[in-house]
């Protein structure tokens, strides 16, 4: 199989490419090398018809990217525990716009999603470029970004609280691009402002980067397999479907988020200034 039988399609103008003439259990190294190349230029990329992938086809790709995942307590594909099962009846529907485990201090760098089940219509996932959110935004408003870190929270009976503190604008190891990285689910509040400023400014960045001109929409067939990049992404799962709707994904373990260093200290209250720390999750208000 040679790189010059893939035929890549765009999907959006923003990001996404469907690539076909390729089959996933048998890439050479050349093959994966330009798939790897599509990847940090359309950030996600889509391949139809690999109903065929085993488990361990699917882990050998991801293994090509790093180290993988063992989920703590997602279901797993019994006798490979590096694949969890996402099925939409067991409460997998991640139907908020999120970067993958930013409440890390090493989140992701990458996923790869297997979809097997998929409703008749309904339960597309989209995508969205940080680059270009992080690009369109003015000047001024780059360079007070470029200054902040933020800090992500998870915080749930079942998991305890896990957080982790990384920059605004992050710049990517293999592109040197930079992205904006905050995203709704879990980010909590930029340490370096005030809570009313800090809230006021994550609401808008939100909205920014959820904006349709930077989006893809991906409508799954049985077998389709997604891979995208969790540097220079945000995506979330539709919730408009009750039929089933089931996968399988491995997650490459991450880097450090990087950027430009703190330009300002921790924003100090005063002593009669209400301030709260924290949120639970950015989605449940606060502690």
């Given amino acids: 199989m040679s790189t010059s039988a893939l035929m890549v399609t765009p999907v959006s103008g923003a990001l996404g490419a469907e690539i076909r003439g390729v089959d996933l259990t048998e ?18 990329v889509f391949f139809p018809d690999q109903e065929h992938l085993t488990p361990e086809a699917h882990i050998a790709l991801g293994r090509r990217l790093g180290e993988l995942e063992v989920h703590p307590f997602l279901p797993k594909v019994e006798g490979h525990p590096e694949i969890v099962v996402l099925d939409a009846d067991q409460g997998a529907k ?28 309904g339960g597309d996932t989209m995508w969205s470029n940080q680059y270009l959110v992080y690009e369109t ?16 929270v998870l915080n749930t009976p079942q998991t305890g609280e896990h957080s982790a503190e990384h920059p605004v604008v992050r710049i990517h190891p ?14 909590s509040h930029i340490p370096q402002l005030s809570r009313p400023e800090s809230d006021a400014l994550l609401q808008y960045l939100f909205e920014h980067s959820e904006s349709p001109r930077f989006n893809c929409r991906y409508r799954w067939q049985p077998g389709a397999v997604a891979m995208w990049d969790n540097r220079a992404t945000q995506h979330l ?22 950027g430009d260093t703190p330009r300002w200290k921790e924003y100090r209250p005063a002593p009669d200034e209400r301030y709260y720390p924290r949120h639970v ?5 606060y502690r």
């Avoid at 930079?178 to 709704?184: K, M």
């Avoid at 539709?238 to 450090?256: F, I, S």
């Fill in 27 to 44: 890439l050479t190294d050349e093959l994966f090398d330009r798939i790897h190349e599509l990847l940090l230029k359309h950030l996600v």
């Fill in 174 to 187: 293999e592109t040197g691009r930079r992205s904006l990285y905050v995203t709704r689910m879990w980010t």
């Fill in 281 to 285: 999750t950015a989605r449940h208000g």
């Fill in 94 to 121: 991640a139907d908020e716009w999120h970067i993958d485990v930013t409440f890390q201090p090493n989140p992701p760098v990458a996923s790869i999603l297997h979809l097997q089940v998929c409703p008749a219509s």
């Fill in 137 to 152: 935004l003015s000047e001024p408003m780059r360079e007070l970004l470029d200054g902040l870190t933020a800090v992500h």
């Fill in 237 to 258: 799962a539709v919730n408009d479907y009750t039929e089933p709707r089931r996968g399988q994904r491995v997650t490459v373990l991450g880097d450090h988020p990087t």
